[in-house]
């Protein structure tokens, strides 16, 4: 059985920084695609950032700079740091896992964060 358990959200305050988790079980980690996705109020979901399962990153230019993904495949499981929070960042994060582009997707049941003073 796939699971993704995300955990690390809460309120921080502008300026802030959390680091989310995403551990992952019923799959082959290391073989797949990893990625982060937000979801705000009355907004469609958006990637925010994806880690191959070679170890390439990619970011959504909104958090370029602030944002970090990471693996550690030894632990099945994916990262976000996240720093110099805005309230733009505002929303529910989803982890995602995904084999090839195209094949079936798992998602996690996500996780809030709230920037806010």
């Known amino acids: 059985q796939v699971q993704l358990v995300e955990s690390g959200g809460g309120l921080v305050q502008p300026g802030g920084s959390l680091r989310l988790s995403c551990v992952a079980s019923g799959f082959t980690f290391t073989n797949y695609h990893m990625s982060w996705y937000r979801q705000a109020p009355g907004k469609e979901r958006e990637l925010v950032a994806r880690?191959?399962?070679?170890?390439?990153?990619i970011y959504v230019d909104s958090v370029k700079g602030r944002f970090t993904i990471s693996r550690d495949n030894a632990k099945n499981t994916v990262y976000l740091q996240m720093n110099s929070l805005k309230p733009a960042d505002t929303a529910v994060y989803y982890c995602?896992?995904?084999?090839?582009?195209?094949?079936?997707?798992?998602w996690g049941q996500g996780t809030q964060v709230t920037v806010s003073s």
């Open positions: 880690i191959h399962s070679v170890g390439n990153t």
């Open positions: 995602r896992a995904q084999r090839i582009v195209g094949s079936p997707a798992y």
